[in-house]
């Protein structure tokens, strides 16, 4: 009996590093899934991309140029993550008119992400890493948001959009140039905002480029919650 304890002790000690080993290995593997330049990445990118091509092939209504005003904060969880399944999520959010237009297939992983939202006309993948979210749209890189500043990619570091989120607001004010051209819903107040709670709302007219700038910070704020 007396050499059973320390026995004991060996094989909890063993276990425990195992695991711990096991959990380190996850993590640093987690992190290269989100390195644009390795084979992990493309794979999780076209994984989620099969997904939501999955669920949304002639299911999302055409976008035209009046869905961003009448997009909600409504949305249909087709996965959601769980025992098995702890870093997956995947969603479509309606129109006020309850109509499917915007989907999303999401991965995460501590701080670190990957998001693929899809409307009918085009694709926008986004690549989280602590505060910082680099988007690509169309397979293109567009911009880089971090502390509520969207910065156009490339040289020139062209400031797209600032978008001011205090949490005590109903609506998160966007300011476009030098005008307020938009404010986002606070998704965290969806459930008191009645039935059918638009996601933005325009105050001006917008170009298909600031569109994409809207619908960016938009899908970000939503996914979110």
Do not use: C, H
């Not at 702890?86 to 992983?109: M, W």
């Not at 971090?146 to 966007?174: H, Y």
């Amino acid at each position: 009996m007396r050499f059973l304890l320390p026995f004991l002790m060996i094989v909890v000690m063993a276990g425990s590093f195992i695991i711990g080993m096991f959990y380190l290995i996850a993590r640093v593997l987690g992190q290269l899934n989100l390195d644009p330049e390795s084979q992990a990445w493309k794979n999780t990118v076209q994984n989620l991309r099969t997904r939501l091509q999955a669920q949304t092939t002639g299911a999302l209504v055409p976008w035209d140029s009046e869905m961003l005003s009448l997009l909600s904060l409504n949305r249909k969880m087709t996965l959601k993550p769980g025992f098995f399944n702890s870093s997956t999520s995947e969603g479509v959010f309606s129109t006020i008119y309850q109509e499917p237009v915007l989907a999303f297939a999401a991965r995460k992983k501590g701080d670190t992400g990957v998001l693929i939202a899809r409307t009918s006309d085009r694709e926008f993948t986004f690549r989280t890493r602590g505060k910082e979210t680099e988007i690509w749209v169309g397979g293109q890189p567009f911009a880089v948001f971090a502390d509520g500043a969207l910065i156009a990619a490339g040289r020139g570091s062209r400031l797209l959009a600032q978008l001011d989120t205090d949490s005590q607001e109903a609506q998160f004010p966007v300011l476009l140039g030098n005008t307020t051209a938009a404010a986002i819903a606070n998704p965290a107040n969806a459930a008191t905002a009645g039935p059918n709670p638009r996601a933005l709302t325009l105050l001006r007219e917008v170009s298909e480029s600031e569109e994409n700038t809207l619908l960016v910070l938009a899908i970000l704020q939503m996914v979110k919650y």
